[in-house]
Every structure is written in structure tokens, then in C-alpha cells.
């Protein structure tokens, strides 16, 4: 069993920062892809950005440009850095991973963030 702990959310003013962080924690797992999804009031939930074990990464036409998305490996834990936030941005973030040589997959609690205009 993976638990997955997210942190770094939070009230900012459009145009400002923030940096999400999910670590995961458990015994015996070795991780393969992570990612962040978001979901907006009334809204499905979307990928924003994912990462894979070489480091290669992916990003919503959204966000590109404003945000990153990085990991450490050794820590099992991935990062969102925010930048250039906008009211649109705001939304409840998940982390989400895949492990290795495993089909199971792990969803974090998620994390509010608030962009105010």
C-alpha cells in the first residue's frame, strides 16, 4: 500500500506562485510515472502535467510555460512549480502515480488552490 501526502496549496493573487509537493510513503514499491490532475468546481478532472522515471515530461497546452513539473526520485516525491497563476488555475490538485511492474495506481487527497483575480 502507497500513501500519497500532498502539500503546498494554498490563497495567492493571480500572477503569483506556488509549489505543490507529493511524497509518497509505504514499503516495497518502486515508482514508475507521476502526475498532477486538477479539477475545477463542475468540472472533470485533467491532467496538468506528469513526469516519467527517466524524467521526460508532459503538459497541458494550458500550462506550458508557466508551470513545471520535476521529481526526486529517491525521495518518492513529485513537484509542481507554479508560476504566472491565474484565476483559471483554481482548482483541487491531485498527485497521481503508477508503480513499477505493478497495474495498481495511487491518487493523493488532493490539494486546494486559489487564484484570486
Known amino acids: 500500500q502507497v500513501q500519497l501526502v500532498e502539500s503546498g496549496g494554498g490563497l495567492v493573487q493571480a500572477g503569483g506562485s506556488l509549489r505543490l509537493s507529493c511524497a509518497a510513503s509505504?514499503?516495497?514499491?518502486?515508482?514508475?510515472?507521476m502526475a498532477w490532475y486538477r479539477q475545477a468546481p463542475g468540472k472533470q478532472r485533467d491532467l496538468v502535467a506528469a513526469?516519467?522515471?527517466?524524467?521526460?515530461?508532459n503538459y497541458a497546452d494550458s500550462v506550458k510555460g508557466r508551470f513545471t513539473i520535476s521529481r526526486d526520485n529517491a525521495e518518492n516525491t513529485v513537484y509542481l512549480q507554479m508560476n504566472s497563476l491565474k484565476p483559471e488555475d483554481t482548482a483541487v490538485y491531485y498527485c497521481?502515480?503508477?508503480?513499477?511492474?505493478?497495474?495498481?495506481?495511487?491518487w493523493g487527497k488532493g490539494t486546494l488552490v486559489t487564484v484570486s483575480s
Open positions: 509505504g514499503s516495497g514499491f518502486s515508482i514508475n510515472n
Open positions: 497521481y502515480v503508477e508503480l513499477r511492474f505493478s497495474l495498481l495506481r495511487y
Open positions: 513526469i516519467n522515471r527517466g524524467g521526460s515530461t
